[in-house]
């Protein structure tokens, strides 16, 4: 009988208001139920939001080296359970043991970089034009802040928000995808063991449309951070900027590739398609589009077609799978509707745009890596986030023609070139509307020292991860101290 998990609200584990549960299912195995978790709704969260409230002030006088030690000692308790939790990102999300493994490692990186942070300095002394007064402006926290994180990864993103939060003395309410709760679980429950007092991070899976406004409608909920669609991410800016509190969106990507006439072919193709099949796809940095200039068109292109149709895809706990299930039916159901899209619109279709069948893939949620050639930037799959393994091949004449291109979009995360000219390389980094620039490396990718977030309707504007986080999930106090 699978296991059945449980919420973590003040401290304590226990169910769903009413006991309702939802099975957490594998993709690879339809059939295979890998948990059972509290289906919440909004009674558990109210309850969580206050419970994050009852627990905050104890929290912010906890000394900041004191709070980077228990985050050091989590860090420790998730390596050593990182077998175990990538095994369960696996069978709940799909992506490959190999990535499971190195998001798990990404996830303890995190929690040890926000513990070194708890050592920083927290404000600034200024001169004064008063010789008696001592002016300084000091970082305090927000109070309890509400985390909304998504499937696709269910370890590193909920980290790179809740280590920070934590950090910097924030309580918190973690709401993880419905699909992908395992992991989450995993994380809670390793700051639970390294002694977070309770109520300080309180764990509430439930269903999105439910728990999510009831966070954001809570009056102890001070700042909001959210990262999944645009859709969502647009409505709960407007519910965030309607209380007047702090909101914090990371959404879509349609990431470009630009090849140019001296690129090394073999090292474009190897960057396109890890950007584009890695994770299936399902990622907000993954590559979506590649703009190949004319001279070496031809040549790519049939490289492309014949890696992709290479790339083996199966359940990602087998060692040689590349590529493994989308998460869902409903995810699978989006990528071959905008397949059939691609067709009606014109594009020629080079290899995959099918799902896969036989007696392993009639059991999941398997589709071929597709790539697609001939794509004008009018076409809804040069424009739109598939979240798939399917890939936009389009023409470009020169320089000038492929930037353009890449920035015709209404997005802005992530951005690669590849090129031997490092001339061209400087002026892409200048000209390209891109939170994140790549040179000679795929799309997706990032370390947790520094700034991650895009331009234009990628993101709210804010920055996560590094020292970008302190922005967030603090305010600034300015104090005049005169003496009696």
Not at 292 to 314: E, H, M, N, P
Request: glycine share 10%; net charge neutral; charged share 20%.
């Amino acid at each position: 009988m699978e296991r059945q998990y449980l919420n973590l609200i003040g401290g304590k584990w226990g169910p769903a208001a009413g006991g309702a549960t939802s099975p957490d299912r594998n993709p690879a195995r339809r059939d295979e139920v890998v948990a059972v978790f509290p289906s919440a709704g909004k009674e558990d969260a109210i309850r969580a939001a206050e419970a994050a409230a009852e627990a905050f002030p104890g929290w912010a006088r906890t000394p900041m080296p004191k709070r980077g030690e228990i985050l050091l000692k989590a860090a420790a308790l998730l390596e050593q359970r990182l077998d175990a939790v990538a095994e369960a990102l696996t069978c709940e999300e799909g992506k490959t043991l190999a990535e499971s493994k190195g998001e798990v490692a990404r996830g303890v990186s995190l929690l040890r970089y926000y513990a070194g942070e708890a050592l920083q300095p927290t404000g600034e002394v200024y001169g004064s034009a008063s010789p008696s007064t001592f002016l300084f402006a000091e970082r305090v926290p927000l109070r309890p802040v509400a985390l909304i994180t998504p499937w696709n990864f269910p370890v590193a993103i909920p980290t790179w928000k809740v280590a920070p939060a934590l950090a910097f003395g924030n309580t918190v309410v973690l709401k993880p995808a419905e699909l992908t709760p395992l992991t989450a679980w995993h994380l809670a429950d390793v700051l639970d063991k390294a002694g977070l007092p309770p109520g300080v991070l309180n764990l509430v899976v439930g269903r999105g449309s439910q728990v999510g406004p009831a966070l954001v409608e809570s009056s102890h909920i001070k700042a909001v951070s959210f990262t999944g669609s645009n859709t969502v991410g647009s409505k709960l800016a407007a519910q965030c900027a309607e209380r007047g509190i702090k909101f914090q969106l990371e959404m879509g990507g349609k990431n470009p590739v630009v090849v140019l006439g001296d690129a090394d072919l073999d090292k474009a193709v190897e960057v396109t398609i890890a950007g584009a099949m890695l994770s299936t796809g399902q990622k907000c940095t993954a590559t979506s589009r590649v703009i190949v200039q004319r001279d070496v068109l031809d040549g790519f292109r049939q490289r492309l077609a014949a890696k992709a149709s290479s790339l083996k895809v199966g359940d990602g706990l087998k060692a040689d799978t590349y590529m493994g299930p989308l998460v869902s039916a409903d995810a699978e159901k989006t990528v071959l509707d905008y397949i059939e899209v691609g067709k009606h619109e014109g594009a020629r279709l080079l290899t995959g745009g099918s799902k896969l069948q036989g007696s392993e893939y009639d059991q999941g949620y398997f589709v071929a890596p597709t790539v697609f050639d001939g794509v004008r930037p009018d076409m809804r799959i040069a424009q739109e986030e598939i979240f798939g393994p399917v890939v936009a091949v389009m023409e470009a004449r020169d320089f000038d023609q492929a930037v353009a291109l890449a920035n015709d979009t209404r997005f802005g995360l992530s951005a690669s070139v590849v090129t031997r000219d490092l001339g061209l390389a400087l002026r892409f980094i200048r000209e390209i509307d891109a939170g994140i620039v790549h040179v000679n490396s795929q799309t997706a990718g990032a370390e947790p020292q520094v700034p991650f977030g895009g331009f234009k309707g990628s993101s709210s504007g804010t920055r996560e991860q590094g020292k970008a986080a302190r922005e967030f999930f603090t305010q600034i106090k300015t104090v005049y101290l005169d003496p009696p």
